[in-house]
């Protein structure tokens, strides 16, 4: 190759390119942001439109269908949920992966603004949301004061929201678990009746007086002044001196009738760190970002304003997502190190400076894969650099090809600079088939469709980089240092540890392929049957998709049975927490009452905001695979012994989101049969061993009051319906009639109400009064009373069909393939009504949507290799040889997944598809030298015999640094990439061993003609 020619007669040039490309990787690495996980581009949307007073049926009739209708129209459209409950809709629109997410953003957006003014007038908002996995929170901080009041923390959680935006790379701090302030007018409902004043003056008083009107400007002369209006209320006493009435005689103040002073929402939604009153604090970062660097940006920030705290608060760091990164970069770091000592221990037998000089193509070809990484705009993060560990065992490869004949070229007496060009030019074409099957098997898992593709796209990626680096410096630098360093006076025979190899093949191989060549029936026969058997385990090791995430932190999520109140929601809550705090593995927790805690993880999207639900967000002092499961079995048993709630204790998972690992959807149209065919799903998966934590939503319809009001008595008195609702939302849930601003540019509710505590109970409804036609005031209770009424908790809506999801927890040690096809079977025993169906989603909709992409990435992957092996060896006999090497790795994979626990899941399938090309390469070695020997007159029994022996060793070298890259990845037993490093390791070995036998025997029954490879008869 003239590139070779080049590099190595231009060593100056050589050598400063390099250093270039070297000061370059080195320069990426520090700058390339570092992340736990893949940035993703999810094509889904979310649609939330707010309609205070309506309940769940009419909101499905009147805005989620509606609006359905409208979304429906759009193209690529995946899936079209909806949750339909008392006061909102909540509509999730999923696009076919691969849409563009901004595009498909401008389409929704405009077909929500084209149906907005047809909906009911009552709708208040109608907010479409993108859904980014970038949106989570990367640190969370808590105020904790058992004495301060709500208004003083949240001026503190503002203070410190704002310095914390201040920072470069934050996109967002948040404060949350706490009622808002706000301007309560308290009114004197005695006094109002006494003066006859309507409570529309009152709101039309405090709204009129509250607006800012530019006055315009005027010229006087040569000046020109602007006039400025009354504008804004400015403090508090401008409020209370609001005119609402007034005659010839005097002026009714506001402050008359009403007392008005700052205070605080109901307490609907509040907050605790370690069971101590607190308001929370989440800053999330732009995209892209280093986080460890915007880590200590942030803990300066908390530093100084920790130091500006009166004692009675105080500030605690209670999650930092850069220490989980940190800690999951460092512990792979650590085993790139040592995969890096072990891939040296196993090129040692080349001698010292041929080992030497192999190992400089790694951290050449890593730096060169790094900037490659960088600049194609991807991150580091935990899949990337599993891609460099798995790259690690591939990229010295062709190093020691290159090596090891430039070494037996000087051996022959060749001048260095002339051994470095001829003896890299003669395999230069080797190397780069060799590589090109093995970028085969890697590139179609860039093209890898929906969530998974893009999910573990960097892997591949880094995988690639670094092998077309590592070919770059083999057939560059490499032969330039080679000429530079390697002697022409060692030992044919080479150094110890080689002598000692070649014993071992000699001893132990060679026999073993004479018998094999000797009784070639038996041999293919024990290899088929090897095949079958360990397609006959696939159904015992099951599949799954992806696995738990493996981090120290979990969410407890706790729901009531609708229409519990907040107090009995937080009694729970408390609850969990004392168990919590016995517990010496936990090192804090976050508890959210009334809500759920902010968006952590990418793949946790948070519940609506309610009275009946709460969640702790609660973080483990170590990650620790052994013990932590043990953990969450006995946390799990303990919290199912509290009564009146479901407890969900829920690990974080790895890949797309899914609703849970086994969940169950019923279609009917009817809500109550809905409910029934739900309860019976429900009861089929508690009756399975191995689920918990199962969510109905439908299992207990909810019971509201309703305002039923005596319409011919209120018209013959003369007293509106609108009035009669105004009142009643005056006494129990208050008027927001304008917005304080303060100097500031903070904005806050001002709110009529009655006089009430923390939260509304039903003792103001004896204080309703109404205004009548006559001016007199009348008690509501004489115009309308209260009722009970039941009704559905939610209404769900699956691609524009009524349907209720039942979902379950899959317990450690279970298969959730083989606890799915057990649930599958129980439901089609059950008795399903005319028009009524039932379908899983979860993680078998998830599966078939994974799986069918890798599918046809297995298809291209083979058909690749197929391909340049047939351009390799020009005919279709030395192709299938070559490719029967295929199912002997499948061999060792399936029975390495057996031996070791793991489930057929999405990253050990693309260990698969890996190793096909890994395996691939090595066969090729095997069959390209028997092909040179019979072309040199060698008989064929002989040919195949030699070339087994003369090339078991390089093939032997190659797979042991492939497995000493991987064992680090396999010993640290993480759910997500050790069943990858197990399936390449366990193929690695079973093809080394089988296929050693089996080739040549194949090679032997069908031996392509002589001559036949193009880069045979070049050599002959």
């Given at each position: 190759m003239k590139i070779t020619n080049l590099t190595v007669r231009n060593s100056q040039f050589t050598l400063i390119v390099f250093v270039c490309l070297i000061a370059l990787g080195v320069t990426s690495f520090r700058s390339i942001p570092r992340m736990e996980d893949p940035a993703m581009r999810v094509p889904s949307f979310s649609v939330v439109a707010i309609y205070p007073g309506a309940n769940a049926t009419d909101i499905e009739q009147l805005v989620a269908r509606p609006l359905e209708d409208a979304l429906k129209e759009l193209d690529d459209i995946d899936k079209l949920r909806a949750t339909v409950k008392d006061g909102f809709a909540y509509l999730t629109l999923d696009f076919t992966w691969g849409t563009d997410p901004e595009e498909k953003y401008d389409e929704v957006l405009r077909q929500v603004n084209v149906e907005r003014p047809k909906l009911p007038s009552g709708v208040v908002e109608v907010d479409v949301r993108k859904w980014q996995t970038t949106n989570v929170a990367m640190m969370q901080v808590a105020l904790v004061s058992p004495d301060a009041s709500y208004a003083r923390l949240q001026d503190l959680a503002d203070a410190l929201r704002k310095r914390f935006e201040r920072v470069d790379g934050v996109r967002q701090a948040r404060r949350h678990a706490f009622p808002e302030k706000q301007v309560r007018v308290s009114l004197d409902i005695d006094r109002l009746t006494q003066l006859r004043i309507p409570l529309g003056q009152i709101v039309n008083a405090l709204q009129g007086a509250n607006v800012s009107i530019a006055g315009g400007s005027v010229e006087a002369g040569d000046r020109r002044f602007n006039i400025k209006t009354s504008g804004n209320y400015a403090d508090l006493d401008e409020v209370r001196m609001t005119p609402i009435?007034?005659?010839?005689?005097?002026?009714?103040?506001?402050?008359?009738?009403?007392?008005?002073?700052w205070t605080t929402e109901d307490l609907e939604t509040f907050g605790r760190y370690n069971g101590e009153r607190a308001v929370f604090v989440t800053v999330r970062p732009r995209a892209q970002q280093n986080l460890s660097v915007l880590s200590q940006a942030l803990r300066t920030e908390v530093e100084a304003f920790r130091s500006s705290l009166a004692g009675d608060v105080r500030l605690e760091i209670g999650w930092d997502q850069s220490q989980n990164v940190e800690?999951?970069?460092?512990?792979?770091?650590?085993?790139?190190?040592?995969?890096?000592?072990?891939?040296?221990?196993?090129?040692?037998?080349?001698?010292?400076?041929?080992?030497v000089l192999v190992m400089l193509s790694i951290p050449l070809s890593l730096a060169m894969g790094v900037a490659a990484?960088?600049?194609?705009?991807?991150?580091?993060?935990?899949?990337?650099?599993?891609?460099?560990?798995?790259?690690?065992?591939?990229?010295?490869?062709?190093?020691?090809?290159?090596?090891?004949?430039?070494?037996?070229?000087?051996?022959?007496?060749?001048?260095?600079?002339?051994?470095?060009?001829?003896?890299?030019?003669?395999?230069?074409?080797?190397?780069?088939?060799?590589?090109?099957?093995?970028?085969?098997?890697?590139?179609?898992?860039?093209?890898?469709?929906?969530?998974?593709g893009q999910y573990i796209r960097s892997l591949p990626v880094a995988v690639v980089y670094t092998v077309l680096a590592s070919m770059?410096?083999?057939?560059?630098?490499?032969?330039?240092?080679?000429?530079?360093?390697?002697?022409?006076?060692?030992?044919?025979?080479?150094?110890?540890?080689?002598?000692?190899?070649?014993?071992?093949?000699?001893?132990?191989?060679?026999?073993?392929?004479?018998?094999?060549?000797?009784?070639r029936g038996i041999t293919l026969g024990a290899a088929a049957l090897l095949i079958v058997g360990s397609l006959a385990l696939v159904p015992?090791?099951?599949?799954?998709?992806?696995?738990?995430?493996?981090?120290?932190?979990?969410?407890?999520?706790?729901?009531?049975?609708?229409?519990?109140?907040?107090?009995?929601t937080d009694a729970v809550a408390r609850r969990v927490e004392a168990l919590l705090a016995q517990r010496p593995e936990v090192a804090n927790y976050f508890t959210t009452v009334g809500d759920s805690n902010?968006?952590?993880?990418?793949?946790?999207?948070?519940?609506?905001?309610?009275?009946?639900?709460?969640e702790l967000f609660v973080s483990l002092k170590v990650a620790n695979s052994e013990s932590n499961p043990r953990f969450f079995d006995e946390l799990r048993s303990e919290v199912a012994k509290l009564p009146g709630a479901q407890i969900v204790v829920k690990e974080l998972e790895n890949g797309p989101p899914i609703e849970a690992p086994i969940a169950v959807r019923v279609f009917a149209e009817n809500i109550d049969q809905i409910a029934e065919l739900a309860a019976n799903v429900e009861r089929v998966l508690r009756g399975i061993p191995g689920t918990h934590s199962i969510t109905n939503p439908v299992r207990i319809r909810r019971t509201d009051l309703r305002l039923v009001i005596d319409k011919p008595k209120a018209a013959l008195l003369g007293v509106p319906e609108i009035e009669i609702d105004r009142a009643v939302r005056l006494a129990f849930g208050g008027l927001d009639v304008s917005r304080f601003r303060e100097a500031d540019g903070d904005e806050y509710d001002i709110q009529l109400a009655l006089p009430r505590g923390e939260r509304a109970t039903l003792e103001n409804w004896g204080r309703i009064q109404v205004q009548s036609r006559s001016g007199a005031y009348l008690p509501l209770a004489q115009l309308a009373r209260l009722q009970f009424e039941s009704a559905p908790p939610v209404i769900q809506r699956f691609n524009r069909e009524r349907s209720a999801t039942v979902t379950a927890l899959v317990a450690d040690g279970f298969n959730v393939d083989q606890l799915t096809r057990r649930t599958g079977r129980e439901l089609e025993r059950l008795s399903w009504p005319t028009g009524t169906r039932w379908e899983f989603g979860?993680?078998?909709?998830?599966?078939?949507?994974?799986?069918?992409?890798?599918?046809?990435?297995?298809?291209?992957?083979?058909?690749?290799?197929?391909?340049?092996?047939?351009?390799?060896?020009?005919?279709?006999?030395?192709?299938?040889?070559?490719?029967?090497?295929?199912?002997?790795?499948?061999?060792?994979?399936?029975?390495?997944?057996?031996?070791?626990?793991?489930?057929?899941?999405?990253?050990?399938?693309?260990?698969?598809?890996?190793?096909?090309?890994?395996?691939?390469?090595?066969?090729?070695?095997?069959?390209?030298?028997?092909?040179?020997?019979?072309?040199?007159?060698?008989?064929?029994?002989?040919?195949?015999?030699?070339?087994?022996?003369?090339?078991?060793?390089?093939?032997?070298?190659?797979?042991?640094?492939?497995?000493?890259?991987?064992?680090?990845?396999?010993?640290?037993?993480?759910?997500?990439?050790?069943?990858?490093?197990?399936?390449?390791?366990?193929?690695?070995?079973?093809?080394?061993?089988?296929?050693?036998?089996?080739?040549?025997?194949?090679?032997?029954?069908?031996?392509?003609?002589?001559?036949?490879?193009?880069?045979?008869?070049?050599?002959?």
């Open positions: 009435a007034g005659d010839a005689g005097a002026v009714v103040y506001l402050k008359d009738v009403a007392d008005v002073r800690r999951r970069l460092g512990r792979l770091q650590e085993d790139f190190l040592f995969a890096f000592a072990l891939v040296l221990l196993t090129v040692l037998p080349l001698g010292l400076r041929a080992s990484l960088y600049f194609t705009g991807f991150s580091l993060n935990q899949l990337s650099i599993v891609g460099f560990v798995i790259a690690l065992g591939l990229l010295v490869d062709d190093s020691i090809v290159v090596v090891e004949n430039i070494a037996r070229f000087r051996r022959m007496g060749t001048p260095p600079i002339e051994a470095a060009v001829r003896a890299t030019e003669q395999i230069a074409v080797a190397v780069a088939g060799t590589t090109a099957t093995l970028l085969f098997a890697f590139l179609p898992l860039l093209m890898l469709p929906g969530g998974p770059v410096v083999a057939l560059t630098i490499i032969p330039l240092l080679a000429s530079l360093t390697l002697r022409g006076n060692e030992k044919p025979e080479g150094n110890l540890l080689l002598r000692l190899l070649h014993r071992g093949i000699e001893s132990g191989y060679r026999p073993v392929l004479h018998w094999c060549m000797q009784h015992r090791i099951g599949f799954s998709l992806f696995p738990k995430a493996g981090l120290p932190q979990f969410l407890v999520q706790i729901e009531m049975e609708e229409g519990a109140s907040v107090a009995a902010p968006q952590i993880y990418y793949n946790e999207v948070p519940q609506a905001a309610k009275a009946s639900v709460a979860g993680e078998v909709e998830s599966r078939s949507e994974s799986f069918g992409g890798l599918g046809s990435a297995v298809v291209i992957a083979a058909f690749g290799i197929l391909a340049i092996l047939v351009l390799e060896f020009r005919s279709f006999r030395g192709t299938a040889i070559v490719a029967s090497v295929i199912p002997l790795g499948v061999i060792g994979g399936l029975l390495a997944l057996w031996l070791t626990g793991y489930s057929l899941s999405f990253t050990a399938a693309i260990g698969f598809v890996a190793l096909i090309g890994i395996e691939t390469k090595n066969s090729i070695l095997l069959v390209d030298f028997t092909n040179q020997l019979r072309a040199q007159g060698v008989g064929l029994k002989e040919a195949i015999e030699r070339a087994g022996e003369i090339r078991f060793l390089p093939v032997v070298l190659t797979t042991l640094t492939a497995l000493g890259a991987l064992a680090p990845l396999a010993l640290q037993r993480s759910g997500l990439y050790s069943p990858l490093a197990i399936v390449i390791m366990g193929g690695l070995i079973s093809s080394l061993l089988l296929s050693r036998l089996v080739t040549p025997v194949l090679y032997s029954l069908m031996p392509p003609p002589n001559g036949e490879s193009h880069r045979t008869a070049e050599k002959a």
